[in-house]
């Protein structure tokens, strides 16, 4: 007993010491190359301290590819899928969104009056820097709360990637059929006033401009059109909805604050309107009621098949025990 437990600690202390050492490595390779800014390398760096910190455990190396190679996959199909919506030929949209923000806020487009009043050309501003980083942790977030989910526990994970996946795909689908441009766009080709994309300046601040740059290459990779949802702002509504009753309390507000800033960085960096954040938040919503639904009534024939007639049976122990 006393040897088990001391082989425990020691297998403790080794995914410890590895998880430093790979943070380490992390830290030091972004300094010098970048932070990943694409959901493909950030996935890797996530399922390399995955393995990491389950190593020498039954959910070990196997078990995190056999989890997370799928979701990669679909991941990717997902980023190759985004810039069909060009080739599809659809009418691209620019006045709607436009109306649709004068209508929700009494004739002003918010990009505009932000800018207006908060930026100044040439010169910029110390919150540029938080208004940068929220915008890159779009990149990071929703990952990162997906590796601690599934390392807590498989099924909340599920949950979590259910919600993700249709969130992404519906966004797909909405961007061929409903192609829309941002506001820099709009006022580019004169449909609207001056609004400059501001979202690199930031780094400025920080005196890390290498960002930016690598920020700018990945945008220009990107469907331009792909304003409506907001998956930005849709993303960081999803981490407040489904980690709200999973934290304590006195975290909610966090969650909160980071949804809404999300969206104001969105925003009055001219990257998108009011509007389509408003979108990604109802895809949110309905992907989270409709797999909610499903959840309960699986759960539900789960509890009555294990039911033996005599008692709670040990499938509906299990589930009480999750809650």
Request: proline share 4%.
């Amino acid at each position: 007993m006393a040897m088990a437990a001391e082989q425990a600690d020691d297998t403790r202390v080794r995914r410890g010491l590895g998880v430093l050492a790979l943070g380490v490595v992390f830290f030091v390779m972004g300094l010098r190359y970048g932070f990943p800014l694409d959901r493909e390398q950030v996935l890797l760096w996530v399922i390399a301290f995955l393995i990491v910190g389950t190593f020498g455990s039954d959910r070990g190396g196997a078990r995190v590819i056999r989890d997370w190679l799928p979701l990669a996959a679909f991941l990717v199909l997902y980023d190759l899928s985004r810039g069909i919506a060009d080739d599809v030929g659809m009418p691209l949209h620019v006045t709607p969104q436009i109306r649709a923000d004068e209508v929700l806020f009494f004739g002003e487009v918010p990009t505009l009056w932000l800018q207006d009043h908060l930026y100044t050309p040439g010169e910029v501003q110390w919150w540029e820097a938080i208004i940068s980083m929220i915008y890159v942790s779009h990149f990071i977030v929703p990952f990162l709360v997906a590796g601690v989910l599934w390392y807590r526990s498989r099924e909340a994970w599920l949950g979590y990637i259910r919600r993700f996946l249709t969130v992404s795909y519906a966004g797909v689908v909405t961007y061929v059929l409903f192609p829309a441009a941002p506001p820099w766009w709009a006022a580019r080709e004169g449909y609207i006033g001056p609004v400059e994309s501001t979202l690199t300046r930031g780094w400025n601040v920080l005196g890390l401009d290498i960002a930016g740059r690598l920020l700018e290459k990945g945008k220009a990779g990107v469907n331009e059109v792909a304003a409506i949802p907001s998956l930005h702002s849709a993303f960081a509504f999803l981490v407040a909805v489904y980690l709200w009753d999973r934290v304590r309390p006195q975290f909610r507000p966090l969650l909160a604050v980071y949804a809404v800033a999300m969206v104001f960085s969105l925003v009055i960096t001219g990257e998108h309107y009011v509007v389509d954040a408003v979108v990604g938040w109802t895809y949110v919503v309905v992907a989270h009621v409709l797999w909610s639904r499903w959840e309960q009534r699986r759960h539900r024939g789960d509890a009555t098949a294990g039911h033996d007639g005599h008692g709670e049976s040990a499938a509906t122990s299990t589930l009480v025990s999750r809650r």
